[in-house]
């Protein structure tokens, strides 16, 4: 699902001073691409992918998914969006604590109207997807992080996405859980030619990407 | 989903529909406390009979008061109660039976046979027939011309040391009325006065003479609105023979002048009698309907019989004024018993407020998983929802609860006191659907400022929160 930003501005009030967290962002990822989207802190990385996933909206300029204009949609527009194209993933992972890894999982299906038995029967299958088909009734308190990393990719996946946008995906992990986290999700973008955005400080990750968005001061400075 | 969340919280829920609960029972309570009042009141006076009774008063002049108590005796401005008018009131459509009632005057105390204590009597006579037929502890009503019997009210079996479960023992007791001093009715034989001399100690003694009178207990007569005081019935035969006044006069000119100066010398003189009933006519009259639906149009019908002026008091004025005791008392309680309910949906703000700011980042993740604000919304106004319907149940249940064993004590009583009824606290459906929607409502109110707010929650903000 092809993505195409044009001139995306995004201005937060800070006290009595506007500020572009976004100052005219342009850019195109491709259908089924690997991007990473580097840059320093507060460079606004997280806002550009919150504006891609339909979390958030641009104060001005336009974004395209698939031809189609998500920066003036309505929220339902943009539920629906996020439930069935976008699947997001969290450095602190945003598991709800007192739900198993599979319902965890089954969380946006419920969104998505699905049956229980067929809920359950797709959330059983993300998580065998992403090797944790024995930790279902586990809760994210009694996993490691890098286990609660992959229900939280597992839950991404639930709908069939075809965009994963990934902020910080291994910030908490050591670099052997980075490694398989990252190799899990390039694995399964192949699998299904998913898009994958992933917001990373680490070169290595960058290394592997089809093309890394620098970002500073809202800016795009450069691309590979 | 919104049930999972409240069972996370248990206590926190718990607590929050305790309040709910409180609030619930006290609302339940109160409204069915009134509720069964009003309804074990209507339930008596049916039993009674009172409902299908009209009470005739010699005149239309307005009486105050739900029982109209105070006029039953005489000295009443209007038309003479007597038995032709009887006969007409028994022509009208749907008249079941007529009864003249009167107080009786010429007994002064009664006691029990074999007791010493001695009570004011205060005696009431009716016609034996379906208008005056009441309902019994124990015994039975009259028979048509019975004298030296009684009906007693509970008041007097009370007294008498007969109480609850062995108030039938009573029946077949005889009490003894002592009459007023003088007193010249039934059963007394005027003494002859004596022909010579001066007498004036003679008639002296003759004035103060009482006589002892014995009646026999055939029944006790339901304790209920107008019945619950001291007295004592008798049938309007035997009042016929009591209120005859007998005494002797002089016969001829000369002897009624010695008399007006005082002068007890002997005379010839004569016995003169005069029937007082026959004299004043009844107190008033007590007419029975053949239904409640038809009690009212009788009563009109007595009104505008032959413009005679007669007066009636209907049971409808009566359960006019008493529905309105108990509506103002049912308000006035069930408000009393909102307040909780106000204060608990109070409670129930402050849970879901909380709740919106432990779980903005929990928001955050369902906003980013595909839940829209409506979605959000919903959660949380069904949580709130919830919580008030699980009060409203759980207090219903405790209703119920409360009514079993009520009405276990309930009964008891009722069967000491010899009251016809069984499971008198009966809490109406319409309260209980009522109560528990009207918890339900209160929840959904009191949950949708949380929901909105957490609605309105910016997802991108809901998950960076910490």
């Not at chain 2, 919280?9 to 609302?27: D, P």
């Not at chain 2, 009209?54 to 307005?62: H, L, M, Q, R």
């Not at chain 2, 949580?383 to 004590?409: P, Q, R, T």
């Amino acid at each position: 699902m092809p993505i195409e930003l044009q001139s995306i501005i995004k201005t937060y009030r800070m006290g009595s001073e506007n500020f572009n967290a976004l100052d005219g962002i342009t850019a195109t990822i491709k259908d089924g691409e690997f991007i990473a989207i580097m840059g320093p802190s507060g460079s606004g990385k997280s806002t550009l992918a919150n504006i891609i996933g339909g979390l958030d909206t641009p104060s001005s300029g336009k974004i395209f998914v698939n031809k189609e204009d998500i920066s003036r949609a309505w929220d339902r527009a943009l539920s629906h969006y996020r439930n069935k194209k976008v699947g997001f993933v969290f450095q602190t992972f945003n598991l709800q604590p007192h739900y198993t890894a599979l319902e965890n999982v089954m969380l946006p299906l419920i969104f998505s109207k699905v049956r229980l038995r067929a809920r359950k029967k797709k959330a059983v299958a993300c998580l065998e997807a992403v090797g944790l088909g024995d930790r279902m009734k586990h809760k994210p308190g009694e996993l490691s992080g890098g286990q609660r990393q992959r229900v939280s990719i597992a839950r991404s996946l639930a709908n069939n996405p075809e965009i994963i946008i990934a902020d910080e995906p291994t910030g908490n992990l050591d670099s052997k859980r980075s490694t398989e986290i990252i190799a899990l999700l390039k694995k399964l973008r192949e699998e299904k030619n998913i898009t994958l955005i992933i917001i990373t400080h680490d070169m290595n990750i960058a290394h592997q990407a089809d093309r890394v968005i620098y970002i500073q001061d809202g800016k795009i400075k450069k691309a590979r | 989903m919104a049930l999972g969340n409240l069972w996370r919280r248990k206590l926190r829920s718990f607590l929050t529909i305790i309040a709910v609960v409180i609030g619930a029972v006290a609302v339940l309570t109160l409204t069915t406390l009134v509720v069964t009042a009003s309804s074990v009141f209507m339930k008596q006076l049916d039993a009674m009979g009172i409902l299908t009774q009209v009470t005739v008063t010699p005149s239309n002049v307005e009486v105050q008061g739900p029982f109209g108590g105070g006029f039953m005796g005489d000295g009443e401005e209007g038309i003479k109660l007597d038995d032709t008018i009887i006969e007409k009131i028994e022509k009208i459509p749907h008249v079941v039976a007529v009864s003249g009632q009167t107080y009786v005057r010429g007994f002064k105390s009664v006691r029990l046979e074999g007791t010493e204590k001695k009570f004011s009597a205060q005696l009431q006579a009716n016609h034996a027939n379906k208008a005056s037929d009441g309902t019994m502890v124990a015994g039975r009503n009259f028979l048509q011309g019975e004298k030296n019997k009684v009906i007693i009210g509970q008041w007097y079996a009370k007294k008498f040391g007969f109480e609850e479960k062995n108030i039938a023992n009573i029946i077949g007791k005889k009490v003894i009325f002592t009459t007023e001093e003088g007193f010249s009715g039934y059963g007394v034989d005027l003494a002859q006065p004596p022909q010579e001399g001066n007498n004036k100690e003679w008639w002296e003694e003759q004035n103060k003479k009482t006589y002892d009178i014995e009646a026999e207990i055939v029944g006790v007569l339901m304790s209920g609105p107008g019945t619950d005081g001291p007295e004592i019935y008798i049938t309007m035969d035997w009042a016929h023979d009591i209120m005859i006044r007998r005494w002797w006069e002089a016969d001829g000119e000369a002897g009624k002048e010695q008399e007006k100066k005082g002068i007890y010398e002997p005379w010839p003189m004569i016995i003169v009698t005069e029937d007082e009933l026959d004299k004043r006519g009844y107190g008033m009259l007590i007419v029975r309907a053949d239904s409640t639906q038809t009690v009212v149009g009788v009563a009109s019908d007595i009104e505008k019989l032959e413009n005679l002026g007669l007066g009636t008091i209907t049971p409808q004025d009566m359960l006019d004024e008493l529905q309105k005791i108990f509506t103002v008392l049912g308000v006035i309680l069930t408000a009393i018993g909102g307040i909780s309910l106000a204060v608990a949906s109070l409670g129930i703000i402050n849970t879901m407020v909380m709740a919106t700011y432990e779980r903005t980042r929990e928001i955050g993740v369902m906003r980013a998983c595909g839940a829209r604000r409506s979605t959000i919304r919903n959660l949380f106004t069904m949580e709130a929802s919830l919580i008030g319907f699980l009060g409203g149940m759980i207090g219903v249940g405790i209703l119920f609860g409360m009514v079993k064993i009520g009405n276990i004590y309930g009964n008891q009583f009722l069967e000491e006191q010899n009251i016809p009824l069984q499971n008198i606290i009966d809490p109406p459906l319409w309260l209980t659907l009522g109560v528990i929607g009207f918890t339900t409502i209160i929840g959904t109110i009191a949950g949708l400022y949380p929901a909105f707010r957490a609605a309105r929650l910016n997802p991108v903000d809901a998950l960076r929160h910490e």
